[in-house]
């Protein structure tokens, strides 16, 4: 080969070698600078995420201690409202238990109103009955005692008119009265001494039936306290 032709040659080998060393390098300068650039938004990512994370990890451990705390409050007022409830019951049950008892001890009473009532209801009765039959044994009491009274009376009279046939009669039972003096006079000596027989007999009944009439107002009439 000729000495051009080798220079040619050498010459095209040399550019084609110094062609492709500029085209790697700058290709190479590319690949790092985006390689830097990628890492660099990767350091960014990386570090957004880690802020992520922390401020998640930090929700996270808010809620879980907001959600303990509620728990918590929410057991707390299960626990206040079962002891309520529970002393609200025991309260309910005292005062169905003491209006039970109020219950039987009224229900006790009404009984003993109620006998009460019948027995002031007989007695009632009775009195009336009693009051009824007061105004009749009072005036018939009345009666009696005018009726004695008149009796004695009577037998009063008698004994005054018996007197005054006594001494003719006596003059004639001795024989010695110069008067006109007979049997006559004895015998109506004699009937005036019955007449106050009859009038003491009749007093002395009137005496007993009002005696008789006096019991028994004692017995069925009260007398006031």
Excluded: H
């Excluded at 929410?74 to 409830?85: F, G, K, R, V």
């Excluded at 229900?107 to 009460?116: E, G």
Aim: proline share 1%; aromatic share 6%; with cysteine.
């Amino acid at each position: 080969m000729t000495s051009w032709k080798v220079s040619l040659v050498a010459g095209l080998l040399l550019g084609a070698g110094v062609a492709s060393a500029g085209w790697y390098f700058v290709t190479q300068k590319s690949n790092d600078e985006a390689l830097a650039m990628l890492a660099k938004e990767t350091e960014v990512l990386e570090a957004q995420n880690a802020n992520l994370t922390s401020k998640f990890q930090q929700l996270n451990e808010a809620a879980g201690a907001e959600i303990t705390r509620l728990q918590e409050k929410i057991i707390q007022a299960q626990i206040t409202l079962d002891e309520q409830l529970a002393a609200q019951k025991a309260e309910y049950e005292k005062r169905l238990s003491s209006m039970k008892t109020e219950q039987k001890t009224m229900i006790v009473t009404k009984k003993k109103l109620d006998t009460q009532v019948v027995k002031l209801t007989s007695t009632a009765e009775k009195q009336k009955v009693v009051l009824d039959n007061s105004k009749a044994l009072y005036q018939q009491q009345l009666l009696l005692q005018k009726q004695v009274s008149k009796a004695e009376a009577e037998v009063k009279k008698a004994k005054r008119v018996a007197k005054e046939f006594k001494k003719p009669c006596d003059e004639f039972k001795s024989g010695t009265s110069w008067n006109w003096v007979s049997q006559a006079d004895c015998d109506k000596y004699d009937a005036k001494l019955k007449a106050v027989d009859d009038a003491e007999a009749q007093l002395a009944a009137l005496q007993e039936e009002l005696a008789e009439l006096n019991t028994k107002i004692d017995i069925e009439i009260p007398r006031p306290e």
